[in-house]
C-alpha cells in the first residue's frame, strides 16, 4: 500500500510474480497504478484508509461556523488553502488549519483575523465536532473522520504542483461501514486467504 497525496507518484512501484494483489486507498490511486505501471485493474483492490469510528463520531458540542483543514502546510497545499481562506472570508467563517509549516508562509496567514492554527495532536476529533465543515486533498483521512462525526467535507483535487484542479463538497455517504477499522481488517485478512487459496 502507498499513499499519494497528488495524481503524481514516485516510479518505486514494484512489480513482481509473487504479487499477486495491490491495495489502493481510494480509486484515483487505483486508476494511476493502472494507467502508469500496466498493472491490470483486477490485480488492485481499493481498501479505504481505516479510521476508529469509536473515537470519531458525532458528539455533543458546541459548534463554531467554521471550516477545519488538516494537513502539513506546505506547497502541495498552499493553494488550497489560499483557496479556502477565500471560501470562508466571503462567507464570514473561520479557517482552521493543523499542521506542521514547511514552507513558511503560515506567519502571513495568521495576520488574517478568521485564520487559527492549531497545533498536530491526537485530539483532531474535538475539532471535527466542534467545526461545520471540513476540507482536505484527495479523499483523505480528514475528509472520512468528518463524515464519520456528520459533517460535510470539501475534497479538492490538486497536480503535483499544488495547482487545483477541482473542489467538490461532499455530504456524508451512506456506505461508512467501509471505513471501520474493523471492517477494514477483515476485508485485507480476507483478501490475503482469498489469494493464499487460489495459489495454493
Known amino acids: 500500500k502507498r499513499d499519494w497525496s497528488s495524481d503524481v507518484c514516485s516510479s518505486d512501484l514494484i512489480k513482481h510474480d ?11 490511486i487505483k486508476d494511476y497504478i493502472v494507467n ?5 485493474e483486477k490485480d488492485i483492490e481499493i481498501i479505504y484508509n481505516p479510521v476508529d469510528n469509536e473515537k470519531f463520531k458525532p458528539k455533543p458540542t458546541k459548534t463554531q461556523d467554521a471550516v477545519l483543514f488538516v494537513g502539513t502546510i506546505d506547497y502541495l497545499r498552499r493553494e488550497t488553502i489560499l483557496d479556502l481562506i477565500d471560501y470562508t472570508k466571503e462567507n464570514n467563517k473561520e479557517l482552521w488549519l493543523m499542521g506542521e509549516d514547511k514552507n513558511n508562509y503560515l ?12 497545533k498536530p495532536n491526537w ?6 465536532n466542534e467545526c461545520t465543515e471540513t476540507a482536505g486533498i484527495q479523499l483523505g483521512r480528514t475528509t472520512i473522520e468528518s463524515w464519520l462525526c456528520n459533517k460535510s467535507s470539501w475534497i479538492y483535487k490538486v497536480n503535483s504542483l499544488g495547482t487545483v ?3 467538490e463538497k461532499f455530504e ?21 486467504l482469498e489469494i493464499g487459496r487460489a495459489h495454493v
Open 107 to 118: 506567519p502571513n496567514l495568521l495576520l488574517l483575523p478568521h485564520v487559527k492554527h492549531f
Open 18 to 28: 509473487s504479487i499477486k494483489k495491490y491495495i489502493a486507498i481510494r480509486p484515483e
Open 165 to 167: 484542479i477541482s473542489k
Open 172 to 192: 456524508p455517504p451512506t456506505d461508512l461501514e467501509k471505513y471501520y477499522a474493523n471492517n477494514v481488517a477483515k476485508t485485507i485478512k480476507e483478501k490475503y
Open 123 to 128: 485530539n483532531v476529533e474535538k475539532l471535527v
Open 36 to 40: 502508469n505501471f500496466e498493472i491490470p
